[in-house]
């Protein structure tokens, strides 16, 4: 019986991380979109253009990849 119960915990526990680490992977997709869509708007008023979809996706990544780079050419130059 309290073989069975240990293995419960061990459940429980382990549901309350996938639920943590699933809420940590929509919030980062919620918050990419949304900084997807903000930069979008921005670029079709400063341009006075339409942009496609294909391009706002394109330019947000570009400009992640420039944080992300930063980022990390930062720590490495850190250590």
Known sequence: MENNKNE???????ARELKGAAG?????????????MGIWAFLEVTLQ???TL??????????????IVKSWWSNKQSK
Not at 24 to 36: C, D, E, I, K, R
Not at 54 to 67: C, D, E, K, S, Y
């Open 8 to 14: 419960w915990e061990e459940i429980k526990k382990g």
């Open 24 to 36: 940590l992977v929509f919030g980062a997709l919620f918050f990419g979109f949304m900084t997807m």
């Open 49 to 51: 253009r339409t942009l």
């Open 54 to 67: 294909v391009q706002a996706v394109l330019i947000t990544a570009g400009i992640f990849l420039v944080f």
